[in-house]
């Protein structure tokens, strides 16, 4: 029914920035929340950002300050603006959205790209 497509991962320096783009296709009615989550090597899916309630955002604390999210909601296109990057950041990232789709009698259900991976190191 809905399909989420990120790219912008890579490698990048400590101290550097990488911008991430997730765009949702499909039977889309609407989008509820859409944003981002990441999962470094031996640690849980966690939440780096994401838009909540029709528009407020939602941040991680260990990336407050350096990342930014962003959407363009015609396009149903959510973009994750990564600065001063660090090691620690490093894991692969997933878009995550709750749509409701006109196939499915616009009744929502909750979507998970494939992931992108987001490497920091020197």
């Known amino acids: 029914q809905v399909q989420l497509v990120e790219s912008g991962g890579g490698l990048v320096q400590p101290g550097g920035s990488l911008r991430l783009s997730c765009a949702a296709s499909g039977s889309i009615f609407s989008v509820r929340d859409m944003g981002w989550y990441r999962q470094a090597p031996g640690k849980q899916r966690e939440l780096a950002a994401r838009f909540i309630n029709g528009g407020t955002t939602n941040y991680a604390d260990s990336v407050k300050g350096r990342f930014t999210i962003s959407r363009d909601n015609a396009k149903n296109t959510v973009y994750l603006q990564m600065n001063s990057l660090k090691p620690e950041d490093t894991a692969v990232y997933y878009c995550?959205?709750?749509?409701?789709?006109?196939?499915?009698?616009?009744?929502?259900?909750?979507?998970w790209g494939q992931g992108t991976q987001v490497t920091v190191s020197s």
């Open positions: 995550n959205a709750v749509v409701a789709t006109l196939a499915a009698g616009r009744s929502f259900g909750n979507y």
